[in-house]
């Protein structure tokens, strides 16, 4: 006997007055209160007061059963109960199997096996149906279907997807050939039953970075969890807002001068670095005879490892006033001053730490944490991870001593202010924003500020902070300052250029007045070295503009942070196409920066293109959002203004004082971009370095 011919014959029968049997009352309420059915808005009372018994009814084989039928028609309202009060409840298997196995017990001793069956199976896919499990598993055959309207590339295997496609070795090839055909949106898939969309346009992009209500994808940023926290980068919750207004007075423009001072610390043990390096490799020329073309004072420098390292000084500095000596570590040879043994595990992990995790991104079994923390990766990134907190707890340690001994005794300015005072660094700007004596000011250090009277929840939230700004303020700017040096290597032109207009400011001889940017301008700086000879000068990025149109077409060029990823809260309508909620959205900035219906020439290297009264763009409705270095909206990068001043700022005092060349010959082939989390080099870059002839500033 079918359901639906059961379920007809149900329906015909008479009913009559009357209350279900009192042994299912009891059962059933039992049922009814562990399950929680009342909550979902109907009291157990008033669900059983609607169930109505039946009478004189006949069964399949004729005769009457009028408790037969009284039991099935219970268990179809029990059904029907369930399905219309699940919504607010978390069912389980545990649920279906509780009341399959109770539905056979009642009907068991008066009822045909097709009715056992039946009815059975009935409440069994009634109950599964209404479970998290399945009503996450039909939404995402339903999101599946409906993303086969948008187009895509070849169509990958059902387990494997477009992974080899997307393999970071090849994927920008990929990505070009991508752009010219489907310029606007794609859909890629990497695991099974989880199409994405991609968006490189500036139309389709802006739809998903305008709406805040889009949070970020979990899935991807929570691999990045258990190294920083809840730190900005990995919190996709909504409380990221209040987190951003607590770090934004950290990385203000009104911290500029103070940061000075740390760059130029930072390039005067880089400087040190590369002298050493240069006299070693002189000394070797020497013995071995000066070869055709090779000046005395050159080298070739491991650039990918020298800018991490220099980048990594200076974060440290900032975030904690720690000179960890961090660049010295380039050094074979002994150096008078050596990085203490915990900052060089520390430099030594950080690194690892990223890669480790984009291998986990790569390796979709390492998806699962049951997996991942039970392979041999797992321990090893856990073991990492516990270094790189054990040095934030030190510093955090070390700073507690501190206060208990009273204030800093280190040097002031002229001024008399304290510019290497503890309290000026991260951690204490974010002490008093989370003490809540700060907002956006310049109050002091408070009572309230100290360390020792936050509670613990607050420290820790002050160390997954602190490791944030470690992780993000110094891999990005590191990245993006090698890839830079790689281009100005390989335009010969354009570097001299850039370094015959900061000549031109440092001659000048009016001082430009320092000013904080306007939000529609990037910080700079220009500075000097205490050995150069030349005057100090300090300047924005609009007395630069060549260098910082240079800097803004290598962002666009080889995009830092190539993929951003976004869920989309509600359904959206993008390039014609409705994207149901929940779908996976990848802002691909890398796409965006080299879409060819935006970009006029989008692989040529062209700093013109950011020059004022040029046109970046040909098509004037796009320029708005056509280059989104550091994305915008609620999510967009905080320190974007602090990472143009650090660059301007570097390369002002870099491409004074030494000329940078690219040959095959003697560095090696050229860097391989490897978009993943950050746009490494896969196979490092290696770059000649000559020392430039100190000339007097009047020159």
Known sequence: MSFQSLAAQISACPITEGTVPIRYQHSAAHT???????????????????????????????????????SLRFLLALASGLQASRPAVEASRAT?????????????????RQVILAVTSCVFVVVVSRSTAMEKFLSLLRRVSILRKVPTVQEGSLLKGQNDLLDPKISLTNWRKWLTVHPRILRLRRIPLDDFIVVHHPETVAKVLRNGSHPREEYIYSFLAPWLGTGLVAN??????????????????????????????????????????????????????????????????DIQEATRLLSLDIILRCAYSCESHCQYAALTESADRQPDSDVLTYVDAVPRLLSMVVERLLKFPHHSDAVYWRSSAGKKYQELVN?????????VDTRLQEEAQGPSQSGSNPDGEDLHAPQEDFMAMLQRARAGGHRGDDARLSNGGKLASMSAQEIAALKCDLETLVFAGHDTTATALMWILYHLAVHTDVQERCFQEIRRVEDSEEMPSPSPPSDSEDAGSLTSDS????????????????????????????????????????????ADHTIPSGTRIMVSLWGLHHNPTVWQDPEEFRPERFIPGEEPVYNADAVRHAF??????????LGQRMAMEELVALLSLLLRRYRFSWDERRTGPAPQPYPTIVMHSNNGLRLLVTERPLLPASQ
């Open 387 to 395: 270094t790189a907190h054990a040095f934030t707890d030190h510093q």
């Open 628 to 637: 989104l270095p550091f994305s915008f909206g609620t999510r967009g990068c």
């Open 236 to 301: 996709c919750t909504p409380e990221c807002s209040a987190q951003r207004r607590l770090l934004s007075p950290a990385l203000s423009s009104r911290h500029g001068a103070r940061r000075q001072v740390v760059y130029r610390a930072a390039i005067a043990e880089l400087g040190d670095v590369w002298s050493r390096k240069i006299s070693s490799s002189s000394g070797r020329a020497g013995q071995a005879g000066t070869t055709e073309g090779q000046s005395k004072s050159e080298a070739v420098i």
């Open 96 to 112: 279906a199997v509780f009341t399959t196995v109770l539905s056979t017990l009642i009907l068991a001793t008066c009822c045909s």
């Open 531 to 574: 050995d150069s000879g030349h005057k100090a000068r300090s300047s924005s990025s609009r007395d630069l503009p060549f260098l910082t149109a240079c800097i803004k077409e290598v962002l666009r060029l080889s995009s830092v942070v190539p993929f951003i990823h976004r869920r989309l809260a509600e359904d959206t309508e993008i």
């Open 32 to 70: 009814t209160r562990r399950r929680g059915m009342g909550s979902a808005g109907a009291s157990p009372s008033s669900f059983y007061e609607s169930v109505p018994a039946t009478a004189g009814a006949s069964n399949a084989n004729g005769e009457e059963n009028a408790e037969s039928f009284s």
